[in-house]
């Protein structure tokens, strides 16, 4: 459960610094941290989201939009990186982060959402495995890519398609 002093916000410039230090904490390498810094400079960050706790930043969400045989009309997005501070893991804060990700994407017209993951994990938001939805990604990786529906209209069919700055990192 996050602490009562856990807020999740949108990012502001100051962040920036933090939410590379954190992604580089996070994960073995630091390619998630640079894909973040890559994702901003292209102005392709739809949703930048930090979870902070006393002031401290604890946790990060980036959402960037996708595309569905090379076509943005279906308005989809990609989630991730997201991360969360290695001493604060268990505490809910990928949890309130997901929720808060979700909502606010349908909030700006998402229809819906893809991602990379432990389906363990993603499917108590809804997730599914995207070739379920006909939804396949470039990568064949099973049921790690996993996709909602968010919005009202209609699942669109064919390849996803991350941004070009995933395939740079």
Same mark, same amino acid.
């Given at each position: 459960?996050t #602490? ?12 920036? /610094? *933090?939410?590379? *230090?954190l992604?580089a904490?996070?994960?073995e390498t #630091? ?7 890559? $994702?901003r /400079?292209?102005g392709?960050? #739809?949703? #930048? $989201?930090?979870a ?6 604890v946790?990060?969400? *980036?959402?960037s ?6 076509s943005?009309?279906a308005?989809?997005?990609? $989630?991730g ?13 990928g949890t ?5 990700a979700?909502?606010? /994407?349908?909030?700006?017209g ?6 990379l993951?432990k389906?363990?994990?993603? /499917?108590r938001?809804?997730?599914?495995p995207?070739?379920e ?14 996709a ?7 699942i669109?069919?064919?390849?996803v398609k991350?941004?070009a ?5």
């Open positions: 459960m #602490s009562p002093s856990t807020i999740v916000r949108p990012e502001t410039e100051e962040d920036q /610094t *933090a939410i590379h *230090a992604h904490t996070a994960f #630091s390619a998630e941290a640079g894909l973040v810094d890559l $994702l /400079t292209a392709a960050l #739809s949703l #930048s $989201l930090i902070e706790q006393d002031g401290a930043l946790g990060h969400v *980036a959402v939009p996708v595309t569905i045989n090379d943005d009309e308005q989809w997005y990609g $989630l990186p997201i991360s969360v501070h290695p001493k604060h893991q268990g505490e809910g804060i309130a982060l997901m929720l808060k979700l909502k606010e /994407t349908a909030t700006i998402g229809q819906g959402m893809v991602l993951g389906p363990a994990f993603y /499917t938001f809804g997730f599914q995207s070739t939805l006909g939804l396949p990604w470039e990568k064949d990786v099973g049921p790690y890519f996993q909602v529906k968010l919005g009202a209209a209609d669109p069919s064919g390849v991350y941004h700055a995933f395939d740079a990192v």
